[in-house]
T-cell receptor, first 114, second 114 residues
Framework: KAGVTQTPRYLIKTRGQQVTLSCSPI?????VSWYQQTPGQGLQFLFE???????NKGNFPGRFSGRQFSNSRSEMNVSTLELGDSALYLC?????????????FGSGTQLSVL | DAKTTQPNSMESNEEEPVHLPCNHS???????IHWYRQLPSQGPEYVIH???SNVNNRMASLAIAEDRKSSTLILHRATLRDAAVYYC???????????????FGKGTKLSVKP
């Protein structure tokens, strides 16, 4: 069974641009959650999608958004990039997103904003 | 949102047992205790989880206090490959899937000396 796939692996953008990151969950998993990881703040929850609906959202500005498609693949978008958005963005999938289940993480997308 | 507290770092010698503590004094009755670890340049990987009883798997053991306000991840014989950041998080197992704002914190960085 293929794991969680995130693309691209690395990305370089400049301030003010926007970026879209992609996450393909494990086949059959319907819950996808996104996280931002920085050296200063650690791993922070961005949002979670289940069956194309956002169920939970972390404390991030509206520039951070996401969506989920009918095949459970998810994208997150960051508009008007700021230097502080430089981070490793991780996604995780599980079958239904309950606390009974394991989370499976991808290797992440390393975003650098110049 | 339920939060956990872990030491910033710990050291161990190779082939010795390691006990990684986690405090979660505000845990609710439906929260599962999950442990994940993150090796350098990788996404977090699942280690173990439990609700009330101690749990064992091929990777580790999880000891949960009787009042559930703390838990300990036990690596029975640390290897160099176990050097990683270990995260203890709480996940609601009975909310119908809505996990709220998952809080990872900064975890415990485990160093293993040969």
């Amino acid at each position: 069974k293929a794991g969680v796939t995130q693309t691209p692996r690395y990305l370089i953008k400049t301030r003010g641009q926007q970026v879209t990151l992609s996450c393909s969950p494990i086949s059959g998993h319907r819950s996808v959650s996104w996280y931002q990881q920085t050296p200063g703040q650690g791993l922070q929850f961005l949002f979670e999608y289940f069956s194309e609906t956002q169920r939970n959202k972390g404390n991030f500005p509206g520039r951070f958004s996401g969506r989920q498609f009918s095949n459970s693949r998810s994208e997150m978008n960051v508009s008007t990039l700021e230097l502080g958005d430089s981070a490793l963005y991780l996604c995780a999938s599980s079958w239904a997103g309950t606390g009974l289940e394991k989370l499976f993480f991808g290797s992440g997308t390393q975003l650098s904003v110049l | 949102d339920a939060k956990t507290t872990q030491p910033n770092s710990m050291e161990s010698n190779e082939e010795e047992p390691v006990h990684l503590p986690c405090n979660h004094s505000t845990i609710s009755g439906t929260d599962y205790i999950h442990w994940y670890r993150q090796l350098p340049s990788q996404g977090p990987e699942y280690v173990i989880h439990g609700l009330t009883s101690n749990v064992n798997n091929r990777m580790a053991s999880l000891a949960i206090a009787e009042d559930r306000k703390s838990s300990t991840l036990i690596l029975h014989r640390a290897t160099l490959r176990d050097a990683a950041v270990y995260y203890c998080i709480l996940r609601d197992g009975f909310s119908g899937g809505s996990q709220g704002n998952l809080i990872f914190g900064k975890g415990t960085k485990l160093s293993v000396k040969p």
